[in-house]
Every structure is written in structure tokens, then in C-alpha cells.
Nanobody, 117 residues
Framework: QLQLVESGGGLVQAGGSLKLSCVASGIGFSINTMGWYRQTPGKQRELVAGIRGGGSLNYADSVKGRFTISRDNTRSTLYLQMNSLKPEDTGVYYC???????????WGQGTQVTVSS
């Protein structure tokens, strides 16, 4: 079992920055594939950025060059540094953890990010 708790969301003006954190409790964090997902009303949850246990990264095209995902395995924490924020970045951001060996995925409760124009 893994529990994930996100924090760091809030209201920011366009062009501003926020840093999200996701603290994991339980086993498996360091080897799991971790990701940040975003959901807006009426739309499916979409991948924003992901990082594998080995460190390989992937980003949605819409956030490349603006967002940076990272992890600190010593603190069992996942981060998302978001710069040059745009109104279209608004949404609820969720942290997700998946074992490389399969099995269920774990989600956090989400943190709201609102970017005003």
C-alpha cells in the first residue's frame, strides 16, 4: 500500500510559478513510476509529467520547457516545478504511483491550481 499526499497548489497570476509536492508513505516509492496528472471539468485526467524509477522523464507537449518533474527518494517525495504558468494550466493536479511490476496504481487526493489571466 502507498499513500500519496499532494500540496503546493494555489492561485497565481499568469506568468507566475508554483511548486507542487507529493509525499508518499509506504513501500516502493523509489522504484515506482511516478506522475503528475491534471484534470479540468468535463475532461479526462491527462498526464502532465512522468518520471520512472530509473529517472527517465516524459512531459506533455503543452508543458515542455515550463514544467520540471523531479523526485527525492530519500524523502519519498515527488515534485513538479511549474513556471510561466498559463490560464490553461488551471486544474486539479494529482500524483500517481505505479509499480514497474504491475498491480494497482495509487493516487493522491489532488491539489487545485488556478492561474488567472
Amino acid at each position: 500500500q502507498l499513500q500519496l499526499v499532494e500540496s503546493g497548489g494555489g492561485l497565481v497570476q499568469a506568468g507566475g510559478s508554483l511548486k507542487l509536492s507529493c509525499v508518499a508513505s509506504g513501500i516502493g516509492f523509489s522504484i515506482n513510476t511516478m506522475g503528475w496528472y491534471r484534470q479540468t471539468p468535463g475532461k479526462q485526467r491527462e498526464l502532465v509529467a512522468g518520471i520512472r524509477g530509473g529517472g527517465s522523464l516524459n512531459y506533455a507537449d503543452s508543458v515542455k520547457g515550463r514544467f520540471t518533474i523531479s523526485r527525492d527518494n530519500t524523502r519519498s517525495t515527488l515534485y513538479l516545478q511549474m513556471n510561466s504558468l498559463k490560464p490553461e494550466d488551471t486544474g486539479v493536479y494529482y500524483c500517481k504511483s505505479e509499480s514497474p511490476f504491475g498491480g494497482r496504481a495509487f493516487w493522491g487526493q489532488g491539489t487545485q491550481v488556478t492561474v488567472s489571466s
